[in-house]
Nanobody, 122 residues
Framework: EVQLVESGGGLVQAGGSLRLSCAAS????????IGWFRQAPGKEREGVSC????????LYGDSVKGRFIISSDNAKNTVYLQMNSLKPEDTAVYYC???????????????WGPGTQVTVSS
């Protein structure tokens, strides 16, 4: 059974940093794309970043390029999202997702974690 569990969310002031983790199990980690998405109230789910992506090793959404860094520890089956220079508009529930061939579109992913809340205060 595929399981994804996010952690590391919380409340941070603008300009601060957070590191999210996505612990994965139930599939061959190296064979899957892992994506990070976020959804703010009243907005569509937005692709933030992916690793081992279908269209490139690593991809970032335009809104986070230069501020967020995705990485993985294959020995721990865990993907990280280091978020720097956070802005109030980064406030959202952050989800990780997995699929054999995923990019930055949410409908490319079959498996999802429950999400973790990130709140950036101004």
């Amino acid at each position: 059974e595929v399981q994804l569990v996010e952690s590391g969310g919380g409340l941070v002031q603008a300009g601060g940093s957070l590191r999210l983790s996505c612990a994965a199990s139930g599939f061959t980690f190296d064979d899957y794309a892992i994506g990070w998405f976020r959804q703010a109230p009243g907005k569509e789910r937005e692709g933030v970043s992916c690793i081992n992506c279908a269209y490139g090793t690593i991809l970032y959404g335009d809104s986070v390029k230069g501020r967020f860094i995705i990485s993985s520890d294959n020995a721990k089956n865990t993907v990280y999202l280091q978020m720097n220079s956070l802005k109030p508009e980064d406030t959202a529930v952050y989800y990780c997702a997995a699929d054999e061939a995923g990019g930055l579109e949410f409908d490319e992913y079959a498996y999802w974690g429950p999400g973790t809340q990130v709140t950036v205060s101004s």
